[in-house]
Each structure stands twice: as structure tokens, then as C-alpha cells.
């Protein structure tokens, strides 16, 4: 029943997001193309897995507000359940993997103890 219910939602949001105008943010040398889903850094393009881009999108559209891994979990993967997991930690480690300057300070900021922020500067 659970699974069911998720996937209407996940139906729903589908919609939603078919239907939502264009949306793109900026942050530094990012742009994130919501409508296309994709992922420019200058003049590169970044290939992002849907996760990756879904929690990118997440922390970008909750700037400056430190998401915790249980609020990453709900918002992006739709887990409802207080689970131990390490999945948001490893997503942000490809995250920063893919989108992050070597030698550059990381676009993604750890919180210690309390989550994940992405700081406008």
C-alpha cells in the first residue's frame, strides 16, 4: 500500500513539473536548467544522475538553510521512515565529485552533526 501511495505521488510531482514554467538557478558558475534537467558549470556541462540532480535542486532552491540527512531523504528520495543510512552522505560525495573545482573551496558545505548547506556568498 505504501509503495502505492509513493507512487501516485510520484505520479503527481511528474505532472507538476510537466506542467511548471521553466526554472533555472545560478549559483557562482553553476546553472541548473529544472525544466531540462541539466547542469552547466562555465561552459561545461555536467552529467548528473537523477538523484544527483535532485539533491543539487534541493540544496540549491534551500540556500543558506541547513537540510539534515532525514529532510535530503524525504525531499529527494521519498523515504518517510527514521532509517540509518548512509545514502545521502555517498550522493554528496559524487555530487561534489562531479561539480566541484579541485583546489577551489567545495559548492556544498557539511554542517557537522546537522546536515548539508549550500551558502550564498
Known amino acids: 500500500l505504501l509503495a502505492r501511495i509513493r507512487a501516485t505521488f510520484r505520479r503527481q510531482d511528474i505532472e507538476a513539473a510537466k506542467n511548471a514554467p521553466a526554472k533555472a538557478s ?20 555536467i552529467p548528473l544522475t537523477k538523484r544527483e540532480f535532485d539533491l543539487l535542486n534541493t ?14 531523504l524525504l525531499q529527494v528520495w521519498k523515504y518517510d521512515d527514521a532509517i540509518e543510512t548512509n545514502v545521502v552522505d555517498v ?14 573551496e567545495s559548492y ?13 556568498k
Open 59 to 72: 540544496l540549491l532552491s534551500n540556500m543558506n538553510q541547513v537540510m539534515t540527512r532525514e529532510e535530503l
Open 91 to 104: 550522493y554528496i560525495r559524487y555530487l561534489r565529485g562531479k561539480i566541484d573545482v579541485p583546489g577551489k
Open 26 to 45: 545560478t549559483y557562482r558558475d553553476l546553472k541548473l536548467d529544472v525544466q531540462n534537467r541539466t547542469v552547466v558549470r562555465g561552459d561545461e556541462a
Open 108 to 120: 556544498i558545505q557539511t554542517v557537522r552533526g546537522m546536515g548539508y548547506v549550500i551558502r550564498e
